[in-house]
Every structure is written in C-alpha cells, then in structure tokens.
C-alpha cells in the first residue's frame, strides 16, 4: 500500500507548479529588451523568406 495522500495539498502543488511554469513562459516573452525581440522577428522572417524562395514549383 502507497501512503495516503491529502488531495487538498496535491491539487495545491500542481496549481502552484503549473503557474510556475506560465511565469517561466512569461518571463521568457516579456523579459527581452525590445531590440532582441525584434532581431529574433527579423531572423524569423528572413529564415522563412528563404525557404519559401528554395521551394520548387509544380
């Protein structure tokens, strides 16, 4: 037999996990000076220019 467990303090953990995790991807989106954000945009955009243009016709 496993321990028992207190299903108030595991639904506790797994919300204070998953805002972890939603904080994390925030900080990630948001922390960024703006200059790096739009660098990472433009190389975005040129990467997908240049494959669009490598594609062959049919």
Do not use: F, I, Y
């Not at 108030?8 to 922390?31: C, D, Y």
């Amino acid at each position: 037999m496993g321990k028992p467990v207190n299903l108030k303090q595991a639904r506790k953990r797994k919300a204070r996990a998953e805002k972890a995790k939603k904080a994390e991807a925030n900080r990630l989106l948001h922390g960024q000076p703006k200059a790096v954000t739009d660098l990472a945009k433009a190389r975005a955009g040129k990467a997908a220019r240049e494959l669009d243009g490598k594609k062959l016709e049919s």
